[in-house]
């Protein structure tokens, strides 16, 4: 190990999860060892014996279990009212899509973001926010999308960096202005897809608002072919992208996705083979969303095995969102991941770190204990990783450190 700066913090005497890629343990378990810190990153991962004696800036950490911080690649954070009216009558039989089609569902959301001061959506999403960091979240993924003008769709956006400014946490922003056609587009949705091609996009992008583009393409949400001409704007303006694909029917949403090198592609529950391979050939990440599936009580589960076979990386979010996920919690999404989904408890954890990372296109800086990461970690009164996923709710969580600091 180089030599240390006395500004250098070892945090010592802990059971690692490095959750890296080619470690010879599950969870890169590493007992007796040490995290070296210097400014906001990983210096290095070292086995306690490895350690200078008399070095000023210790903390023991008494055994603890530590893992990387934990990262929500996909939410709808931001957002006015709730659906809870909605969801009451979806119990009674009425479907989400009866519910979207009748203007109720996103755009019901629509209406009271766009009513909501962002003082007001920064209050609310502050409190879920919390909820989130409390569980270990570092890193979260925050869309727009329920502000479909360019006003709104800015002020959510402007929201969510604000929520970065005032929180010891890292937000990737993602511009889903193609989230529904507004119920003022209704009789004509390529005039909005025109306006979010054209203004919204460019206007929001310029400004550095966000950091890839999502649609939502499904029977209830955008055409594939509508949502290649958005693609086809993304890239010529170098905006990586990303989509809801494949939710509730298979419309080649992934294959798609895939094709534009995105990020990933999201919820998948109806993707077919030729959608794995493409995304496996481009590295397109599966983000897994077991808590929309849940709430909306789908039957048809995304092909975990298969993704497995082909090495898809998956990712596993909460889709925090008023209508079908209103669950701020990655520990219960690993939950359902695993009981739901057929998840290893391993492979969820990948899901919230590594993974998650290389779904933000952060893979090279986040989500695992190794030189030259980022150093948020946190460490946990646990014994094992598996317990978080085991039991959510019990949230063992002993101290957050978030760029070297703890916070
Ligand atoms: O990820 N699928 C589209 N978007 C959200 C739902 C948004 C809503 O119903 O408000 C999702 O499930
Ligand atoms: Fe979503």
Known sequence: MQQ??????????????????????????TE???????GQAILAVVPESALPSGHRNSVDLGGRLVTPGLIDCHTHLVFGGNRAAEWEQRLKGVSYQAISAQ???????????RNSSAEALLQLAQQRLQRLMNEGVTTIEIKSGYGLNAETEEKMLHVARQ??????????????AAHAVPVEYRQDPDAYLSLVCEEIMPSLWQKEFFEAVDVFCENVGFTPAQAERLFLAATALGIPVKGHVEQL??????ALVSRFNGLSA?????????????????GTVAVLLPGAFYFLQERQRPPVEHLRKQGVPMAVATDYNPGTSPFA???????????????????????VTRHAAQALGRGATHGQLRAGYVADFIVWDADHPVEMVYEPGRNPLYQRIFRGEAA
């Open 163 to 176: 929520l970065g400014l005032n929180n010891p946490i890292d937000i990737s922003p993602t511009l889903l």
């Open 329 to 351: 919690s990655l520990h219960l999404a690993m939950n359902m991941a695993c009981v739901q989904f057929g998840l290893t408890p391993e492979e969820a954890w990948a899901g």
């Open 266 to 282: 999201d919820h998948i529950e109806y993707l077919d083979e030729a959608g794995i391979q493409a995304m496996a050939q481009n």
């Open 103 to 113: 203007g109720g569902g996103i755009n019901a959301t629509v209406t009271a973001t």
């Open 32 to 38: 007796r060892s040490a995290i070296v810190v210097r």
């Open 249 to 254: 029917s298979n419309l080649g949403g992934a």
């Open 4 to 29: 240390l700066h006395p500004d250098d913090v070892l945090w010592r005497n802990a059971r690692l999860a490095t959750m890296v890629t080619d470690a010879p343990e599950p969870y890169g378990l």
